[in-house]
């Protein structure tokens, strides 16, 4: 079973407005921390937001907000306001259990492409 | 300015080269990762080295050697690639606590082709 999925492989929005990235996730680790990144066309990946499951709000940095409904375990990225350079690919990642050999390894999902137009 | 440097940030290679990509981390973190992106795949991991040591190789073929002189530096060496080799290299960095780590930085890529 995937631990992260990621149901949109697109999406578009329009300049100025809101929009919702679906982010769901399974764990059976009660400690794990969620992860938003973006990557641009340039191939970088860009940290965004962190939430620990811990955690009792809900995220936010700046323009973006993490929805944690952890009953539901899903992480939905809100990007208020979208600009034209919010266009990118956006990849929710967890960490839950440390591996075998005693490392966090970042799972991600496949990722959601946003569009925004003008 | 990420934090993490890659170079190359492009490569294009035949099949009976070798090269090597470079990434140099100035964050002080002691873990540091090898991922690789093809097109329309998820990020597959390659390597995590925590203090210098190798703590995971997720399969990868013996054509791809990764180097770990010090905390800092992380290399992946290249000979006799194949053509589907060809993606998006990345190296990220972290500081792994107790409680779990908290960021992963990544560096810009290293785009390679293998002609």
């Known amino acids: 079973a995937q631990k992260i999925t990621q149901t949109q492989p697109g999406m578009f929005v329009q300049e100025k407005e809101a929009v919702t990235l679906d982010c769901t996730y399974d764990?059976?680790?009660?400690?794990?921390?969620l992860f938003w990144y973006k990557q641009p066309s340039s191939g970088e990946m860009i940290f965004l937001i962190y939430?620990?499951?811990?955690?009792?709000q809900n995220a936010t940095e700046g323009r973006y907000s993490l929805n944690f409904q952890k009953a539901r375990k899903s992480a939905n990225l809100v990007i208020s306001a979208s600009q034209l350079g919010d266009s990118a690919m956006y990849f929710c990642a967890m960490r839950d259990l440390p591996s075998s050999g005693g490392s966090y390894i970042p799972t991600f999902g496949r990722g959601t492409s946003l569009i925004v137009h003008p | 300015e990420t934090g993490v440097t890659q170079t190359p940030r492009h490569l294009v290679m035949g099949m009976t080269n070798k090269k090597s990509l470079k990434c140099e981390q100035h964050?002080?973190?002691?873990?540091m990762y090898w991922y690789k992106q093809s097109a329309k795949k998820p990020l597959e991991l390659m390597f995590v080295y925590n203090f210098k040591e190798q703590t995971e190789n997720n399969s990868v073929p013996s054509r791809f050697s990764p180097e770990c002189p010090n905390s800092s530096h992380l290399f992946l060496h290249l000979h006799t690639l194949q053509p589907e080799d060809s993606a998006l290299y990345l190296c990220?960095?972290?500081?792994?606590?107790?409680?779990?780590?908290?960021?992963?930085?990544f560096g810009a890529g290293t785009r390679l082709s293998v002609l």
């Open positions: 939430q620990g499951s811990y955690d009792q």
């Open positions: 964050l002080g973190h002691n873990a």
């Open positions: 990220a960095s972290s500081q792994d606590s107790p409680t779990g780590t908290k960021y992963w930085y």
């Open positions: 764990t059976s680790d009660p400690s794990y921390g």
